[in-house]
């Protein structure tokens, strides 16, 4: 007892806003086995509150502490409460329900109540809805110990319309009918985290296949009848595949009763794994004849990731979620290897290299960059830890692991992980601790800087060489900002000659290496660094590859030029932006791997409309517009041809550009070879729109066209944001101070990038400083990419000094701001601070 009493005094949690680490711990000792059944009544009009009841069973330790449920909604919400078949009265302060110890007893405990439920993760719309709770937003719907290691079954009870479909973690058992309602129970579920019990109900078509001897449901509202026909067979297949593929890998069946998924139309997410009912942003499933293997290799590598989950995060969970990078790191790592299976043909490297890197990078080059683990004292927090470093430089640090331990090593040491902690959690050092029984590499070391650490490396070379042979060549690595420290990690150096190219592995294990097998080689014409794509940092451009990119045969070494040039032209470094806009031009009728036309069309739209000049941007726009309609006449490949077009679209500025636009979308008759669907031309219309063509009603005209109820109301929603009207898009913006008008976070930020397009600068800079004023109402109210794309749609396109001295400001008058949410803001801010010290020198 006494042993008890100390440890349960060490995490004595106080009564506080959200779910703190110390109270996570207190609950963690003193609570198990935990059973939810819960009820809802969903009326059909969304108006409406949803009655709702539970049941919560668990064994209680005992101490002198009230037991806290977790309810972050009003007062007025909680009905009734019944704590061991006596009603009690309501103990409701600081987002808990206190349950007193005189009200409990030690061993197994049963708490009833009746409320209302909270609709801020409900995403009601007027006939369907679902839930989203990751990470603390479960307690925003109904009372629970909403913290990750707290792990119960759930047993699900709806009441919804008679015409509605609905979907939750566990099968339906039974139901029952009236005749404008039915009640659907459903079983109950193996032991998962509150953030991943999750039900979606409404208006959907419901689809049922079967694939090896697994019968798997999905929910959809797609009304298109070509991307139905297109897409259902692939979503299923990719499915099962992953599920194949995962079985292998772990050597664990899959360890869930079902597997169903459903699409939900401009969902928050890409995807959220919900255990045995995954929820699916419906564009990123169904695509139609236009589509491109891009778009088609991100339909797979989202499925498999989201499947990975089932393991990775959801057989075993984090415990906590300053860990919660985990499941990400592990999802994107085995989907990367899952789409290199099922998706035959492609170019693994390839597509790593271009999904991971400049994402990456987008984050860690900037004054905010986040480490990839971070600390987190309260769960009200925990949806700021999301983003590029999570998602994307923790696969590039696992790839490294797995070079580092070899690929056999690591998969066993992940088979042991797994089955130790099923149905259970762990934490980044548990896995640590095992990995070290299957490598004699120093992980302690490692896992300090690549983890724990912030930033990325910068690099530099010498290479010397006497009668035309190297006789040194050597690498360094120093931190690009912040204290020098050295990220140990495995990439190649390409020496290309006139009619070879010699690859050399570098092992960076030390502030310099040098190549001994260099060392008498012929001097190269040229040296491409991260040849492989497999290095992260900085690295630096042998000036002598400029004019010679084309003689680069393999892609992944192209992709590694072009990702290095732009970082080298963002850091003022080797190439200005006019210098690689140049180049580009030439590049683009040359380039004819899809993944490379995308990433390199994106990076000279990049520098048209954030890297130039507005007064130069015109005789720009104008060149690039001609070089690239001219490769696209010549490309034969409808893929390269589709995106070729859509960057045309984007860089359009002259009248002729831009009329050729409207004529294509008028007669609805694309160039030879693209194929344009309904959300092409509706994309089309709203470039067109943003350029205030003079053409009367096009948006009008184009909503006309659409035929999904979906897609209408995304476009009527948006049409404000894009009028000509200077006094309607103010309206508009000030609209969105109301939280009701921000509940479909895809429209808004949709809307906010035309609202803030370079086009609308000079008008849309006045919504800035309150747009930043929201952000941390935005950060409370909106799911947990909502503050970054908020702020990333708002700050991206700008590049004045005017604007980046505008978000110092900001920030020197608040010396004590969310430091997350500050290195949010830092983060989005960092195209304005690039743009105006590349473009405004001396201001």
Known sequence: MLFTMVCFGQHKPALETGVSKTLAMHRKQTIDRLTYALQFTIPAQKQQPISASETIGFNWKGDNQPVQLDFKEQRDHLQRLSVNGRDVPISFEKEHILLLPNQLKAGTNQVVIQFTAGNLSLNRNDDFLYTLLVPDRARTVFPCFDQPDLKASFQLTLTIPATWHAMTNAALLDSSRTADQQTLRFGTTEPISTYLFSFAAGRFDRITQQRNGRTMHFLHRETDSTKLRLSLEPIFATHANALTFLEAYTQIPYPFAKFDFVAIPDFQYGGMEHIGAIQYRSASLFLDNGATRDQMLSRATLIAHETAHMWFG??????WFDDVWMKEVFANFMADKITQVSMPGGNYDLEFLIAHFPA???VDRTEGAN??????????????????????KAPIMMRQLERLMGKEALRDGLRAYLKKYAFGNASWPDLIAILDAYTPADLQRWNQVWVNKTGRPRFSYQLQAANHKITRLSLSQVAEAGPNQQWPQLFEVA?????HVDELTVNMNEPT?????AVGKAEPLFVVFNASGQGYGLFPVDERMLPNLAKLVNPVTRAAAYINLYENMLSGMSVTPAQLATLYQQQVAQEHEELNVRLLTTQLSDIVWRFTRPENRAALAA?????VWQALQQEPRAGNKKLLFRCYQSIALSTEARDRLYAIWKQEQPPAGVTLTEDD???LALALAVRDYPAEGLLQQQLARIKNPDRRKRLQFMMPALSANEQERDAFFASLSDVTNREREAYVTAALGYLHHPLRAGTSAKYLRPSLDLLETIQRTGDIFFPESWLRATLGSYQTPEVAGLVRTFLTERPDYNPRLKAKLL??????FRAAKLLYPGR
């Open 314 to 319: 959801d057989l075993v969970t984090m415990r």
């Open 513 to 517: 290496v040098m190549l001994p097998q």
């Open 681 to 683: 031309y509706t994309s």
């Open 623 to 627: 060149s690039v517009e001609q070089a």
């Open 371 to 392: 480490p990839i683990g971070q600390p987190l004292a309260n769960l009200q927090e925990a949806g700021t830890l999301y983003g590029g470093i999570i998602y994307h």
């Open 827 to 832: 983060q989005a801010a960092d195209t304005p």
């Open 360 to 362: 990456a990078y987008d």
């Open 495 to 499: 020496l290309v000659y006139p009619d």
